[in-house]
């Protein structure tokens, strides 16, 4: 895979069009839907309403210029939204048909439901490989019947680092590389279990290497999980995701101007700023 | 290029659904408003009597009620969150609530001495047994003001530049200096005064003056400065002395540059609770600082008084009218530190110009 930024557009649509898989061919719930999403950081209105529904099973990726709100947009997803002081929202946002922002509702459940990866990679410095993984468990105080060494292999298996690791799972996560220290973070958001995993810009800060390894894990775990990704890179959006949905803040608050199958959004986009968007001739 | 228009959307209000509504609420002060009447009722009943019996079962009813409403409502993780949310609330008032009873004592006894007056007079018109109309504090005012100034002057530096050393020149004499302050503060504040009398006074021809005693204060000051800066320096992270010293800098213009001012805040912090650890010393000055009743603008010579000082005179006389005109003097002193800090956290705190 190329890794320069002359992406045509015809090309990244042939990569999405191998990948392409129709929502609903793996039933795994009823998956998320963002009912038009506002948000507001103090007066300043971040994010205009978005309506975006997450089929199970199905990989979105947002795509769009830096400060277009598309952290933002993530981060109202799990209710981490509202540990910025100042925040605000409006809108809905239904897990299997329930909205998370219904009064009543235990956030700390709905977080179980929805992991999140961040940006930067963060393994607990003072836990092991091992006690990384499984932190999630003692966090949540989660009693699992499941015996802990499967559970471990298992999901450091499905986030593609248990070769690397089984010889020293005692060892301190901060030895690992950078893109193990990702995977690891993703193998820790596994172990919970959760329907649906989002990603803010996961690889922003890894070689092509680790990137390409996260991305083969995605592609696995996109058959047991819903996944939403932020990336600024239009090959991954091409290589790993079933949909797009491209955002665009034009002086106002962040929109989303399109979404669409991947393939679609690469080959005939519908919006003109989508196709100067994906051809890199702006953002 | 043609522009697709985007739907208008009616107006949408910001909310916050994760705020506790009113509805919400009710229970929660239902619950408090039970446990209040429970706590009376017990305490009414059974051998247990006072404010601490109060506020014992208060805080055990409440934190049970609100353990059990959350229990029902999201289970067993969410009360005991509740519960280590009750004890942490309980123990902010544990610890607030003598230092409310401090200020209000303070305030109570001492404003009955307050009047203009007492600003502007000097105690050269009056001694501690006179009626508190006559004779004042300003001498101890400018005493005082002078100390925290002169002694700031001489530690700042010098406990900044001991951090310095400490956090990025890390040299090899790191861990005895680390040592020595930390040994530092643990000094007596009588023996700062005793070491400055007994090095500089008794020795020479010198006699007690102002520079004597803030030479004393900043033995007492240097070691709080010096440990907090470090810390805030330590905060500063790596990445941003790195990203200067790539730029071509040297490391002291790095530190100058960078790393101070990313900390400024919290070296602000570090001097106001330096002031604040010498500000209402009175032991040091005993032997330090002579004596006068009236201003004296010299700071190298000639005794000069200090709010503590005049404090400690005031409950030394022991007449009425002397303890009387101490704890007006006590209420000066808090008044003059706090508008210190509120001064230093104004014009130190840095405004991000957005243009
Ligand atoms: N914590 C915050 N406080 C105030 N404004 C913020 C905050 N985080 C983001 N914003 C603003 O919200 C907008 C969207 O930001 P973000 O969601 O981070 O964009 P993206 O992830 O697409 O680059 C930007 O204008 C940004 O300045
Ligand atoms: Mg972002």
């Known amino acids: 895979m190329s890794t320069d930024n002359s992406s045509q557009p015809n090309s990244l649509a042939g990569v999405a069009a191998a990948r392409h898989r129709e929502p609903g061919s793996a039933p795994l719930g009823s998956g998320l839907e963002a009912r038009g999403v506002h948000a507001w950081f103090g007066s300043h209105h971040a994010l205009e309403g978005v309506s975006l529904d997450f089929a199970a099973g199905t990989v979105t990726a947002l795509i769009g210029p830096s400060g277009c709100g598309k952290s933002t947009f993530i981060r109202t997803l799990n209710r981490m939204h509202e540990f910025i002081p100042s925040a605000a929202m409006a809108g809905e946002v239904l897990l299997d048909g329930k909205d998370i922002y219904a009064p009543g509702t235990d956030v700390t459940k709905i977080r179980l439901q929805i992991g999140m990866v961040f940006q930067k990679p963060n393994p607990f410095p003072s836990m092991t490989i091992g006690e990384n993984v499984l932190a999630g468990l003692k966090l949540a105080q989660i009693k699992s019947d499941r015996n802990k060494d499967e559970l471990l292999e298992e999901c450091l298996t499905r986030a593609g680092l248990w070769q690397e690791v089984k010889d020293r799972l005692g060892a301190h996560a901060g030895g690992l590389s950078g893109g193990q220290q990702q995977r690891l973070c993703i193998a820790r958001s596994l172990a919970v279990n959760p329907k649906v995993l989002l990603m803010d810009e996961p690889c922003s800060a890894l070689d092509p290497g680790s990137t390409l390894r996260i991305e083969d894990t995605i592609s696995q775990l996109s058959k047991t999980m819903t996944i939403v990704i932020v990336t600024h890179n239009m090959q991954q959006a091409a290589r790993v995701s079933d949909y797009t949905a491209f955002f665009l803040a034009d002086g106002g608050p962040g929109q989303m101007v399109e979404v669409g199958p991947t393939n679609e959004m690469f080959s005939r986009p519908k919006d003109e700023r989508t196709e100067n968007y994906v051809s890199g001739r702006f953002g | ?355």
Do not use: C
């Not at chain 2, 040299?171 to 005793?194: D, E, N």
């Open chain 2, 1 to 355: 290029m043609t522009t697709t228009t985007i739907p208008h959307h009616e107006t949408v209000y910001p909310k916050r659904p994760w705020k506790a509504t009113k509805a919400d609420l009710i229970p929660v002060f239902a619950a408090l408003a039970v446990a209040a009447l429970l706590d009376y009722a017990v305490v009414a009943i059974t051998p247990m009597k006072g404010k601490l019996a109060y506020a014992l079962l208060f805080f055990v009813f409440g934190a049970g009620f609100q353990m059990a409403l959350k229990w029902k409502k999201l289970g067993r993780r969410a009360a005991v969150d509740s519960l280590a949310g009750s004890v942490a609330i309980s123990g902010a008032v544990i610890a607030f609530v003598p230092v409310l009873s401090l200020l209000e004592t303070t305030i109570v006894k001492g404003a009955k001495g307050l009047s203009l007056g007492f600003f502007i007079h000097d105690m050269s018109v009056a001694n501690y047994q006179s009626p508190l109309s006559e004779g004042g504090v300003v001498q101890a005012i400018v005493g005082t003001l002078y100390l925290i100034l002169i002694a700031t002057a001489i530690s700042l530096p010098l406990s900044l530049l001991t951090a310095l050393y400490l956090t990025e020149i890390k040299g090899k004499a790191s861990g005895f200096i680390q040592f020595l302050v930390q040994a530092m503060s643990g000094i007596p504040s009588v023996v700062a005064g005793i070491f400055i009398y007994s090095a500089l006074l008794l020795t020479t021809s010198l006699r007690g003056s102002t520079i004597m005693a803030a030479l004393a204060l900043a033995i007492l000051m240097i070691p709080t400065v010096t440990r907090t800066a470090q810390e805030v320096l330590l905060l500063v992270p790596a990445d941003l002395r790195e990203a200067g010293l790539a730029l071509g800098a040297t490391q002291w213009k790095t530190v100058a540059t960078i790393v101070v001012p990313a900390a400024r805040n919290g070296l602000i912090t570090a001097v106001i609770l330096g002031v604040a650890r010498i500000a209402g010393e009175t032991a040091p000055l005993l032997f330090t600082l002579g004596v006068s009743n009236k201003i004296n603008w010299n700071p190298f010579s000639g005794g000069q008084s200090a709010l503590p000082y005049y404090v400690w005179s005031g409950l030394g006389d022991g007449t009425e009218l002397g303890i009387d005109r101490a704890w007006s003097g006590i209420l000066v002193l808090l008044i003059v530190v706090l508008s210190l800090f509120a001064t230093a956290r104004i014009f130190g705190t840095r405004k991000v110009k957005i243009k």
